[in-house]
């Protein structure tokens, strides 16, 4: 598997990950270090959104990708950008879709990619 579908198939599983609650799965494929700024601002590290998707504060019920586009990998670093539509319900809010655009960064460390950090918006 070239570096290339590797960033992807991480992006892949995160998503899937999310809705299926894999808690595991998620603690594999992110750094210790990894923030998620989410599209109100809010800076959010990973053990408090793992905690968060477990607890059902942020319960994804469904992703579907539409695009993963702008790809770039330097040496250990990476990046892209992932568009899919997310049906969820965000701290105690109703259930909405959105159309959720990830800025992903990626590292590769000890030969693995792992995700870095995110930032989200919408498109």
């Known amino acids: 598997m070239t570096d290339k ?10 998503n899937k990950a999310m809705v299926s609650k894999d808690i595991n ?14 599209m109100t601002g809010y800076v959010q590290s990973k053990l408090e959104w793992i905690d968060q998707i477990q607890n059902e504060e942020m319960k994804y019920l469904s992703s579907v990708e539409e695009n993963i586009k702008d790809i770039k990998i330097a040496g250990n670093k ?19 879709t959105w159309p959720l655009e990830m800025k992903m960064y990626f590292v590769k460390e000890n030969g693995d990619w792992i995700i870095a950090d995110q930032v989200a918006s919408t498109y």
């Open 5 to 14: 579908e590797k960033i992807i198939e991480l992006y892949r599983d995160e």
């Open 25 to 38: 799965k998620l603690n594999e494929i992110l750094n210790v270090s990894m923030h998620l700024t989410h």
């Open 78 to 96: 990476a990046s892209l950008i992932g568009q899919n539509q997310v049906r969820a319900s965000i701290w105690g809010g109703g259930i909405n």
